[in-house]
T-cell receptor, first 111, second 115 residues
Framework: QQPVQSPQAVILREGEDAVINCSSS?????VHWYRQKHGEAPVFLMI?????EQKGHDKISASFNEKKQQSSLYLTASQLSYSGTYFC????????????FGKGTRLSVIA | EAQVTQNPRYLITVTGKKLTVTCSQN?????MSWYRQDPGLGLRQIYY???????DKGDVPEGYKVSRKEKRNFPLILESPSPNQTSLYFC??????????????FGSGTRLTVV
């Protein structure tokens, strides 16, 4: 079942913060986050595993709330280079479970 | 250099003319998959393969075929392409899908237009 991402799109000025959410109706084992710039392939950012750990990647971090079956991606002090479409991918259990991707959140950072 | 190579990058073809999009990886990854990306729909999985000679349908397999005869290659075959298969296609690989602890590496994409 496809996870639901929100918001669908967001526009930020440089230096502002943003949060992108990814929710599933099924129990989650892991959540992946990817960023795709226009005309390019998606690029892996990070994985969060069951257990609620938070991870960071430069000024981009994420959390995983197992009880709510939700992950959030936090972008702080946004830069122009953060522009792109962010996808979450979810896996429901260990073992032979390909990721199911959300529809994506388009992030535009303007000067 | 570790990479996933997709060919061709762009393809325009006519309805009904069989075509193959190739995907090759040099990372010894077990897992390979094909996605199509359409505006507003995100990435939808067509087929995937957990290892050599093992393939499974994804969410939108109709009109597509795949094979995994060697670990490094996972071609996508459209036996009789139709205009509704016009899309951006990505191959993605991972060390193992059995343990979703590894990120996916995507190929550079193939933009297919069927007229």
């Amino acid at each position: 079942q496809q996870p639901v991402q929100s918001p669908q799109a967001v526009i930020l000025r440089e230096g502002e913060d943003a949060v992108i959410n990814c929710s599933s109706s099924k129990a989650l084992y892991s959540v992946h986050w990817y960023r795709q710039k226009h005309g390019e392939a998606p690029v892996f950012l990070m994985i969060l595993l069951k257990g609620g750990e938070q991870k960071g990647h430069d000024k981009i971090s994420a959390s995983f709330n197992e009880k709510k079956q939700q992950s959030s991606l936090y972008l702080t002090a946004s830069q122009l280079s953060y522009s792109g479409t962010y996808f979450c991918g979810t896996a429901g259990r260990v073992g032979n479970t390909p990721l199911v991707f959300g529809k994506g959140t388009r992030l535009s950072v303007i000067a | 250099e570790a990479q996933v190579t997709q060919n061709p990058r762009y393809l325009i073809t006519v309805t009904g003319k069989k075509l193959t999009v190739t995907c090759s990886q040099n990372m010894n990854h077990e897992y390979m998959s094909w996605y199509r990306q359409d505006p507003g729909l995100g990435l939808r999985q067509i087929y995937y393969s957990m290892n050599v000679e093992v393939t499974d349908k994804g969410d939108v397999p109709e009109g597509y075929k795949v094979s995994r005869k060697e670990k490094r290659n996972f071609p996508l075959i459209l036996e009789s392409p139709s205009p509704n298969q016009t899309s951006l296609y990505f191959c993605a690989t991972s060390l193992s899908a059995g343990l979703p602890n590894y990120g996916y590496t995507f190929g550079s994409g193939t933009r297919l237009t069927v007229v």
